[in-house]
């Protein structure tokens, strides 16, 4: 996995934009999927990306988003759905069509169906290009709670307590906030042609440091991205203070230009 190492979630939020800016300009106009998440350790890269678009004409015409994960029971318009979420704080302020955007839909009346139609449709549209994660302080990335599988395709979890008060802020009480999600699954994220994953603050350091240097597990879900030759995981100085490998990653940044491209890829 590269790393790199922030002062801040201000800082973190401009290389995560830097690498998403990257591909879409890769791509320049023609197809490409983006996988989006939620929650707050990727809005300051959104909110990095509108600037950009705003300011240097930087262009998502001919992206597609696919959201990570979604409540049970709240449809699309509900002010807290993921979906709404993804909206507010970036796909309405850039050229991003509508209805190009694309969640797992809370309201489903079969909510298993409906996870399994989700993966077929990220199936069938190719695939995710590059996939943006924050990680939960249990280690989850997406919904994927200590205990899942580790190839696990999008499907029906149930929130563990901690994530469900981490998650209370964006609701007027804990009791609001819904128990059951649809995710994609571990596996399924695993399938994007690249990662890249933004986490910032003290609360997320074991779940860094387990992502990064711990052992492959369902206990810390994050982990599974080890087996993955093409992930960028963007932390800021609090969550990256229990990395033992922690100099070594600013060593390895400190010293690329020597020769170009080194671990570009981990
Ligand atoms: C939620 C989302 C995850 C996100 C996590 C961390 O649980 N399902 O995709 O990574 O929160 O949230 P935050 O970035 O707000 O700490």
Same mark, same amino acid.
């Given at each position: 996995?590269?790393?790199?190492?922030?002062?801040?979630?201000?800082?973190?939020?401009? *290389?995560? !934009?830097? &690498?998403?800016?990257?591909?879409? +300009?890769? =791509?320049? %106009?023609?197809? $490409?999927?983006?996988?989006?998440?939620?929650?707050?350790?990727?809005?300051?890269?959104?909110?990095?990306?509108?600037?950009?678009?705003?300011?240097?004409?930087?262009?998502?015409?001919?992206?597609?988003?696919?959201?990570?994960?979604?409540?049970?029971?709240?449809?699309?318009?509900?002010?807290?759905?993921?979906?709404?979420?993804?909206?507010?704080?970036?796909?309405?302020?850039?050229?991003?069509?509508?209805?190009?955007?694309?969640?797992?839909?809370?309201?489903?009346?079969?909510?298993? *169906?409906? !996870?399994? &139609?989700?993966?077929?449709?990220? +199936?069938? =549209?190719? %695939?995710?290009? $590059?996939?943006?994660?924050?990680?939960?302080?249990?280690?989850?990335?997406?919904?994927?709670?200590?205990?899942?599988?580790?190839?696990?395709?999008?499907?029906?979890?149930?929130?563990?307590?901690?994530?469900?008060?981490?998650?209370?802020?964006?609701?007027?009480?804990?009791?609001?906030?819904?128990?059951?999600?649809?995710?994609?699954?571990?596996?399924?994220?695993?399938?994007?042609?690249?990662?890249?994953?933004?986490?910032?603050?003290?609360?997320?350091?074991?779940?860094?440091?387990?992502?990064?240097?711990?052992?492959?597990?369902?206990?810390?879900?994050?982990?599974?991205?080890?087996?993955?030759?093409?992930?960028?995981?963007?932390?800021?100085?609090?969550?990256?203070?229990?990395?033992?490998?922690?100099?070594?990653?600013?060593?390895?940044?400190?010293?690329?230009?020597?020769?170009?491209?080194?671990?570009?890829?981990?």
């Amino acid at each position: 996995m590269e790393v790199l190492i922030r002062q801040d979630a201000e800082a973190v939020g401009h *290389a995560v !934009a830097d &690498r998403i800016e990257a591909e879409v +300009r890769r =791509a320049n %106009g023609a197809p $490409l999927t983006l996988g989006l998440a939620t929650g707050s350790s990727p809005v300051t890269a959104y909110t990095e990306l509108i600037r950009r678009h705003r300011e240097e004409s930087l262009s998502f015409a001919g992206v597609t988003v696919f959201m990570l994960d979604e409540y049970v029971g709240l449809p699309a318009e509900h002010p807290q759905s993921y979906h709404r979420f993804i909206r507010e704080n970036f796909t309405d302020h850039v050229d991003i069509d509508d209805a190009r955007v694309f969640s797992p839909r809370g309201d489903a009346p079969d909510a298993a *169906a409906e !996870a399994r &139609r989700y993966d077929e449709a990220i +199936r069938e =549209a190719g %695939g995710v290009d $590059l996939q943006v994660l924050g990680i939960g302080a249990t280690g989850h990335i997406g919904f994927n709670e200590p205990g899942s599988s580790l190839v696990s395709r999008t499907r029906v979890k149930t929130l563990v307590q901690k994530t469900v008060q981490d998650n209370a802020r964006f609701f007027d009480s804990a009791d609001e906030v819904p128990i059951h999600v649809l995710t994609q699954g571990v596996g399924t994220i695993l399938d994007a042609r690249a990662i890249v994953l933004a986490a910032s603050g003290e609360n997320k350091a074991e779940a860094i440091h387990q992502m990064v240097e711990g052992p492959i597990s369902a206990r810390w879900t994050g982990t599974a991205l080890q087996q993955h030759a093409n992930v960028l995981a963007v932390v800021d100085e609090a969550a990256a203070s229990k990395l033992e490998l922690a100099d070594y990653f600013r060593f390895v940044e400190a010293n690329r230009a020597d020769v170009p491209g080194a671990q570009a890829t981990a």
